[in-house]
């Protein structure tokens, strides 16, 4: 059945592999099978046989070997190998966001977009690898302290649904300009752009055992077996702040280095004298990019009341414009990831609205299956789900606030801390809501924060850690200290 329904989407076949790599092999396992299926029409696409607990045993050993001879490898020929895998993923840019649009479901105008975005981290990360360099310091002894960076070793990373392609690609590209190997372990939701970017890597001439991919919707048993290994010296996770504490207690037991990039739950603050046009634009971007379903994603709407009733009423006009009377082919949001997720909003929105919240707005347009209508919803309060949870859906949440020093005191009123995003004119604003967010990254004026060169990251539950930039190189990196009496 399988490879039909994605080859009738004119997808290059050689992209599509049924089985787990290991020591550069697609192995097949004549495991149980995994079914994937794709959020657009709930049917499935491609059945995937899940590796053993013996082939996990061996893909650590092969990446164990393959890390020695990785980190020897000049850095010069590890950035030309990661410039190869860039150029390949390059012309089978289509093939690819068709690959994201069908298992993922965005259209692929934006399944587009994320293939720049995931190439952009291999781009520069390639240059990076050049460019790792130490420093020498002079102690009070007039001993010279020299300070190296070496490759962590074995990565394990585990990847989300909600970007498959761009999120592998941020954590793969600097553990390989590091002089890392890594270890795959995709979405169970989304593993075919982890399939796809594999058999391009390996194309690509990246040496076997550098990338192990691991298919599996087994992902406790995997990860417990990973994590246990001592070989394996860090791990990196995209997901929810469960599982991402999880591995952290998993981790201490052999004190791996850990990257969480966890939920966030962002505030969106527009202030009496922001521009509003430009706030409504940027709300729109921050909040349905990958329809709502993205860690980043504006949560939380704060806006000053005496623009309220006009940002609410430009916001909802935006919206008419954008998503209603579409064709299928010109839709610009895609489905929830899940039948489950979907309910669960929509039990959240009943409940808001129950506890005394309006809805505003749902747009005219797709609504059936796990399609879900972006929705505003006004009048929300801090007791409310809409507001303690991260949405993770195409649904805008408003509440409304007279003092700064209240709202910022709600922004902060939570466990997570990764975006926030604030609209004000004036300097002295911003200067105070830059200071006194507690959040790992603010957008100001603006409703985008991804961005290779920029440390993506949170604090508090949202997460340790950053990816993008030379600080999310060192998370790959061990710093070592000699000193030198010559
Ligand atoms: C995420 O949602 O996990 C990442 C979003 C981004 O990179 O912008």
Not at 228 to 242: E, I, L, M
Request: hydrophobic letters at 40%.
């Amino acid at each position: 059945m399988v490879k039909n329904r994605l080859i009738q989407n004119h997808i290059d076949s050689g992209l599509l592999h049924t089985h787990s790599f290991i020591n550069g092999q697609w192995l097949d396992t004549g495991m149980d099978t995994l079914t994937v299926y794709s959020p657009i029409d709930q049917q499935p696409l491609i059945n995937l046989s899940q590796v053993s607990e013996s082939q996990i045993t061996s893909a650590i050993e092969s990446s164990v070997k393959a890390q020695q001879k990785w980190k020897k490898t000049p850095a010069n020929s590890r950035r030309e190998k990661l410039k190869k895998w860039l150029a390949l993923i390059e012309k089978h840019k289509d093939d690819l966001a068709q690959i994201i649009s069908l298992e993922n479901g965005k259209p692929v105008s934006e399944a587009l977009v994320e293939i720049d975005y995931g190439a952009s981290y291999i781009d520069w990360f390639a240059d990076q690898a050049i460019r790792i360099k130490g420093d020498i310091l002079v102690n009070q002894n007039n001993q010279q302290i020299w300070l190296n960076k070496q490759a962590v070793g074995v990565v394990y990373a585990i990847t989300p649904w909600n970007f498959p392609n761009a999120m592998i690609t941020r954590k793969v590209a600097p553990a390989l300009a590091a002089g890392c190997s890594i270890i795959l372990k995709p979405s169970e939701l989304t593993p075919l752009s982890a399939i796809a970017l594999t058999t391009l890597a390996d194309k690509a001439g990246i040496d076997p055992g550098v990338i192990t991919l691991l298919i599996s919707n087994h992902a406790e048993q995997v990860s417990q077996q990973i994590m246990a290994d001592k070989r394996v010296r860090k791990v990196s996770f995209t997901g929810s702040t469960r599982v991402g504490k999880l591995l952290c207690q998993q981790a201490a037991k052999t004190m791996k280095r850990t990257s969480m990039e966890l939920g966030g739950n962002a505030p969106f603050i527009v202030c009496d004298d922001a521009d509003l046009d430009l706030a409504v634009d940027a709300a729109i971007a921050a909040k349905f990019r990958n329809a709502g379903q993205a860690c980043v994603a504006a949560n939380r709407f704060y806006l000053s009341q005496t623009i309220a009733t006009t940002f609410t009423e430009k916001l909802v006009q935006k919206l008419k414009d954008l998503f209603e009377n579409k064709t299928e082919q010109s839709l610009i949001i895609g489905p929830m990831i899940t039948e489950q997720a979907k309910t669960k909003v929509l039990s959240w929105i009943e409940a808001a609205i129950a506890q005394g919240a309006k809805k505003v707005y749902t747009a005219k347009c797709r609504n059936d299956g796990q399609y879900l209508a972006p929705t505003v919803i006004n009048n929300i309060s801090s007791e409310m789900a809409l507001f303690q949870n991260e949405i993770f859906a195409p649904v805008i949440a408003i509440t409304h606030f007279d003092k700064l020093s209240d709202v910022i005191a709600q922004a902060n009123n939570t466990d997570a801390g990764l975006a926030a995003y604030c609209f004000s004119q004036n300097l002295e604003t911003i200067t105070l809501l830059n200071n006194e967010l507690e959040y790992g990254m603010v957008a100001i004026n603006q409703g985008s924060l991804s961005n290779a060169i920029a440390p993506f990251g949170g604090i508090k539950d949202s997460g340790l850690g950053r990816e993008g930039s030379d600080y999310g190189l060192d998370e790959y990196l061990d710093l070592k200290y000699t000193n030198l009496v010559i």
